[in-house]
């Protein structure tokens, strides 16, 4: 059994958008279950109100709504150990996306932890499982919604997911696929 990180606040995952006659609309990408922390705190503007998000379905993912204009929190880099790492490609499951592969989470109570892929949970849509366990146990509280992801030796990281719990098993964190997460929200990565 799956559970989400109880927590007063949670982690952004990447910033995204989407275009609506001719207005960009900008978003923080997040785990869906933080609607329940919302307006999300913010040290850039905020606070940021709620937008749209499911924990159901084929993703756990939802977007606090940042606004119409060019926002300074508009980015195309993660923390990656609390240094920010530039995106280089979108949900790369060629080389990251293989049982035993290594892939590393963080968030803004625990910083950055790596560990194995060990399965891919749910039922393929089109090909895609929709949820992934890493066996990595350093995700707690604060930590959902925000990104794992592949790192290549040049420093640049393919963001793979959004990460949503744990199992209580053995504390495996687990997180959504991108691809998914942006299909659900009808947004796209900004990078």
């Given at each position: 059994?799956?559970?989400?990180y109880?927590?007063?606040?949670?982690?952004?995952?990447?910033?995204?958008?989407?275009?609506?006659?001719?207005?960009?609309?900008?978003?923080w990408?997040?785990?869906?279950?933080?609607?329940?922390?919302?307006?999300?705190?913010?040290?850039f503007?905020?606070?940021?109100?709620?937008?749209?998000?499911?924990?159901?379905?084929?993703?756990?993912?939802?977007?606090?709504?940042?606004?119409?204009?060019?926002?300074?929190?508009?980015?195309?880099?993660?923390?990656?150990?609390?240094?920010?790492?530039p995106?280089?490609?979108?949900?790369?499951?060629?080389?990251?996306?293989?049982?035993g592969?290594?892939v590393?989470a963080t968030?803004?109570t625990?910083?950055t932890?790596?560990?194995?892929?060990?399965?891919?949970w749910?039922?393929?849509?089109s090909?895609?499982?929709?949820?992934?366990?890493?066996?990595?146990?350093?995700?707690?509280?604060?930590?959902?919604?925000?990104?794992?992801?592949?790192?290549?030796?040049?420093?640049t990281?393919?963001?793979?997911?959004?990460?949503?719990g744990?199992?209580?098993?053995n504390?495996h964190?687990?997180?959504?696929?991108l691809g998914?997460?942006l299909?659900?929200?009808?947004?796209?990565?900004?990078?």
């Amino acid at each position: 059994m799956a559970t989400h990180y109880p927590s007063r606040y949670c982690s952004v995952n990447s910033t995204v958008y989407t275009i609506y006659m001719g207005i960009t609309f900008w978003y923080w990408l997040t785990a869906g279950h933080c609607n329940v922390v919302t307006p999300a705190q913010s040290a850039f503007d905020g606070p940021f109100n709620w937008a749209s998000g499911s924990a159901t379905g084929a993703s756990d993912s939802g977007l606090w709504y940042l606004g119409t204009y060019p926002v300074a929190a508009a980015s195309n880099l993660i923390a990656d150990g609390w240094s920010a790492k530039p995106i280089s490609t979108q949900s790369d499951r060629g080389n990251f996306d293989n049982l035993g592969d290594y892939v590393c989470a963080t968030g803004a109570t625990s910083g950055t932890g790596c560990g194995t892929l060990v399965w891919k949970w749910g039922t393929a849509i089109s090909g895609i499982y929709y949820t992934r366990e890493l066996d990595y146990t350093g995700t707690i509280g604060g930590d959902s919604g925000g990104p794992s992801f592949g790192r290549y030796s040049n420093g640049t990281v393919s963001l793979m997911g959004v990460v949503h719990g744990y199992l209580n098993s053995n504390m495996h964190a687990l997180y959504s696929d991108l691809g998914l997460s942006l299909i659900d929200r009808g947004v796209t990565l900004y990078r």
